[in-house]
């Protein structure tokens, strides 16, 4: 009898292991609250910051803030470049085709208070919906809509309507299942990526044009699942989505097509070519068809990424002095 029970309590507990297992592999293939409480859009996207806060992107070539950046410094206390950990943002077009609307959900450190104090100075209206303050702040021909989710969570939309950033309120008062796009595409993330964009590309849409008369309008009917990954280099890879496998296979012949008329011009120039970093990693850039989908990488390499965020920095005006011991480090210009 004792050897049946003992055999029952490993059985129950084996049982049990494998479902927390589970419910833990669930869980980190859920996305992010924070894209998942966006409204639809044709192009959603995701940033996990928190490592960036490691890199020293701001001490070698420090700058002087300038503008409406430097009085929103001052007055929140808040810099994207040290306190963002999240941004989660979903964009579309407007009926027209003539402007880009856009949602986000931005995460991080701030004083509730003095960014609430801030807001009510610049905000032309002010409404309540669900307990949670919505400012609108006229800019640049839209209205902005700003509100505090709560002391991490700040949602802000640039639409016509205001039912956007409502939707956005709903959801978070309620388990937010996410967009449409988000829920059927997601499982292509890898677990480990830091950073994703997934986009639908619909029939017609205006594709940008690339060198030599080239263009992106073979990917019209498809969507993009892109992914960043970092693991001491920065690994990239987009897998395109077609209807079929012939239109899989026609998407890699064009970009093969063009990467190797791409790669003949740049060895033509000779001793006038590329940075061997940015041969390198352009050279890196493979493309594959998997059945309907057309499977893009790319590495950049960790000295490739040290020059990118280097020259991404903002150049001084005028030579700035080292801070002395005593003083506090001089703030980055938001880009």
Known sequence: ?????????????????????????????RAPEAVRLLPEGEIILYANLKPAHLWDLGQSRPVQLEGDYRDFVEQ???QFERDLDEVAMSRRDTPDGKDT??????????????????????SAERTTYHDRTIFSVPHEGHTVRVSILDPRRVAVTNMVSADPIQAIIDAWYSPPAGPALLREHYPRVPVTALGWMIANIPAGAKAPQLPMGWSFDFLENTVTVASLRYQGD??????VIARSEADAIRIVDNANTFLTISRAASQSLGARGPDPDVKAAFDSIQAQQNKN?????????????KKLVFEARPESTAPVPSPSPSASPRKRRRR
């Open 293 to 305: 989908v057309a499977v893009f990488t790319a590495t950049v390499s960790q000295r490739m990424l």
């Open 1 to 29: 009898m004792a050897k049946h029970r003992k055999l029952l309590i490993s059985v129950l507990l084996l049982a049990l292991v494998g479902s927390a297992a589970v419910l833990l592999w669930l869980r980190t293939r």
């Open 234 to 239: 920065v690994r990239l890879q987009a897998d």
């Open 76 to 78: 929140t206390g808040i």
């Open 101 to 122: 609307e856009s949602s986000e959900v931005l995460v991080g450190q701030f004083d509730q208070q003095r960014l609430r104090n801030y807001l009510e100075k610049i």
